[in-house]
């Protein structure tokens, strides 16, 4: 079984200032993660995603993560906040369950970001 | 990049009515196309997995009679969700996958359904 935890279900920042968004994840095999943005009544948007390749990934829009096994994490950072960066972020995690299950995506709760001028 | 069209965007209906959502790959073949739901300040919730040409497989606790799901080609899966009741009421998102390992999932914009 997979699993995905998001710590902080909201994160204000001030523009300007990192973004750190958490996320810890559960799995009994290699996992493939990653970070979602979902704007207002939008559809989810791929940030980056991790597939066993560098532990830092880089992403769309200045986004970064970096997994790290002995911590089963994959943190979401950005160095410097903009408005344009207000949104929900989920991350997710997806195994090879094999057979017709390939792929299934995890989904953790969601960090709804504000970023205050 | 690769695109996914679901229709309609928007619905509104009468409970009892069954409602048909469509989930298109616009721009490449889908073996494997997801559909998942999203209440009101939750996450996404994977409903069930469709592959094209087989039998959908559901996830615990979703009424495969009444999410019923057609996978008939590359490019298309349908959902339809009968006789809706307002606590169908969800924002209903299809993705698609071309089904190889560590792809990521392309998603529609979903479907707000909304049951009276």
């Known amino acids: 079984a997979q699993s995905v935890t998001q710590l902080g279900s909201h994160v204000s920042v001030s523009e300007g200032a990192l973004v750190l968004l958490r996320c810890n994840y559960s799995?009994?095999?290699?996992?493939?993660l990653f970070w979602y943005v979902q704007y207002p009544n939008q559809g989810l948007q791929l940030l980056l995603k991790?597939?066993?390749?560098?532990?830092l990934v880089k992403g769309i829009n200045g986004f970064e993560a970096e997994f790290k096994k002995s911590e089963t994490s994959f943190h979401l950072t950005k160095p410097s906040a903009h408005m344009s960066d207000a949104a929900e972020y989920f991350c997710?995690?997806?195994?090879?369950?094999?057979?017709?299950?390939?792929?299934?995506?995890?989904f953790g709760q969601g960090t709804i970001l504000t970023v205050h001028p | 990049g690769a695109v996914v069209s679901q229709h309609p965007s928007w619905v509104i209906c009468k409970s009892g009515t069954s409602v048909k959502i469509e989930c298109r790959s616009l721009?490449?073949?889908?073996?494997?196309m997801f559909w998942y739901r999203q209440f009101p300040k939750q996450s996404l919730m994977l409903m069930a997995t469709?592959?094209?040409?087989?039998?959908?497989?559901?996830e615990q606790g979703v009424e495969k009679d009444k999410f019923l799901i057609n996978h008939a080609s590359l490019t298309l899966s349908t959902l339809t969700v009968t006789s809706a009741h307002p606590e169908d009421s969800s924002l209903y998102i299809c993705?698609?996958?071309?089904?190889?390992?560590?792809?990521?999932?392309?998603f529609g914009d979903g479907t707000r359904l909304s049951i009276l």
């Open positions: 799995s009994s095999v290699p996992p493939y």
């Open positions: 991790y597939t066993s390749a560098a532990t």
């Open positions: 469709s592959n094209e040409g087989s039998k959908a497989t559901y």
């Open positions: 721009d490449f073949q889908a073996t494997t």
């Open positions: 997710a995690v997806s195994t090879d369950a094999g057979g017709t299950s390939y792929g299934k995506l995890t």
């Open positions: 993705t698609a996958t071309k089904g190889s390992m560590g792809q990521p999932q392309h």
